[in-house]
């Protein structure tokens, strides 16, 4: 009699472990409404006898039962999860075998369980959150960007995660002046320069807080405000979706990013004992190698030559890759800021960003 052949789609578990969590976040932030609805009633004054048995029902039923049903969505995310991950290195452990890989005797060079590595973007200064994502948080616009852009190569979904916006600007402001015509046109026409300039003026103004706040992110290394809150981010998401075995990740930072992930490689090496297989700094004037160093395997900058700001000015020798205007790709339709006009936001459509992570990392 044959043994069962047990084939595992690893794509379609993926997608039931992240359709269980999407589910347990929808059972949560329904509880979370319906409890907001019952306090504004109590504190609305519904009283009487009917009242008080809709509250008991809600509190002793209803919200029991709802907390219990997103436990059993999380313990299912969990379990297949670890399907997945049993599968997988049953496999794996198959294919070592097959290769003559025995017990004290050395395999073929090459690991076949080599996973490429998570990949976490973190920001640069003057952040704008980009409210058309799907993320249950509030994301930087250039590091939702560069995620879909990574997606779109083939990175996979699971493998590249914008972490929760940092730097936000302080001031906003996008006014347009009027728009009257004909003989008020010349009122337009100073209404909308005089417009212009205070956003202008608050640009510059943001750009001025969002250096100060990166300075205080390298001076103060794993102290820093920004610093703490992308590693709790980072821990938290490795919570709630663990590494597979052997994978290990990779941070990437552009701009004043380029600080808080030199920070983070010691944090998430020493309190997580995750592996940091790599620190990549998009135009990053501040990324602290000398932090990252004892930590990151790799150590990479990617600046482009009309970068200004992007420069690596404070550094100590990582590898440094200089993109010469031929490198660039969609260079007529890169961002440009009131301050410098410069090249700094066009890495998050970068084709050499992706040869970098595809030859240092694997993928």
């Known amino acids: 009699m044959h043994a069962q052949l047990i084939q595992a789609d690893y794509d379609h578990l993926t997608l039931t472990v992240r359709r269980f969590e999407t589910q347990a976040d929808q059972i949560h932030n329904m509880t979370q409404t319906v409890r907001q609805r019952v306090d504004a009633l109590q504190r609305g004054g519904w009283l009487g006898q009917a009242a008080n048995a809709f509250y008991r029902e809600m509190d002793d039923e209803i919200f029991p039962a709802l907390k219990r049903l997103e436990e059993a969505l999380q313990h299912a ?148 405000y920004y610093t703490n809150e992308t590693f709790k981010f980072i821990e938290q998401d490795l919570a709630k979706h663990p590494l597979l075995p052997g994978q290990d990740i990779v941070l990437m930072g552009h701009s004043g990013g380029g600080a808080i992930v030199s920070n983070v490689a010691g944090m998430v090496e020493t309190r997580l004992g995750t592996d940091v297989a790599g620190v990549l700094a998009l135009g990053s004037p501040v990324a602290n190698f000398d932090a990252a160093r004892p930590y990151a395997e790799d150590l990479i900058s990617i600046s482009h030559e009309t970068d200004l700001v992007g420069q690596p000015y404070v550094r100590s020798n990582p590898i440094w890759t200089l993109l ?35 030859e240092r990392f694997g993928y």
């Not at 939702?144 to 906003?172: Q, S, W």
């Not at 339709?333 to 595809?358: A, F, K, P």
């Open 77 to 224: 995310q969990a379990t297949t999860l670890q399907m997945s991950q049993v599968l997988r290195e049953a496999e794996e452990g198959a294919a070592r075998l097959m290769q003559g890989e025995r017990s004290g005797v050395e395999g073929p060079a090459g690991d076949l369980s080599t996973v490429p590595p998570r990949i976490y973007i973190v920001n640069g200064i003057n952040a704008r959150v980009y409210a058309q994502t799907d993320h249950p948080y509030a994301v930087d616009d250039n590091s939702y960007e560069l995620e879909k852009f990574l997606e779109g190569k083939g990175f996979g979904k699971d493998n590249v995660t914008a972490t929760e916006i940092v730097y936000e600007a302080p001031f906003r402001t996008n006014y347009s002046g009027t728009d009257w015509g004909g003989f008020l046109s010349p009122v337009d026409y100073m209404t909308g320069w005089a417009a212009q300039g205070i956003n202008t003026l608050n640009d510059v103004a943001n750009k001025g807080f969002g250096v100060i706040e990166v300075a205080g992110e390298y001076v103060l290394g794993q102290d820093g």
């Open 324 to 358: 010469q205007l031929d490198d660039l790709i969609n260079y007529e339709e890169i961002y440009t800021d009131t301050v410098t006009n410069d090249s700094h936001g066009s890495y998050m459509t970068e084709e050499m960003v992706v040869q970098v992570l595809r």
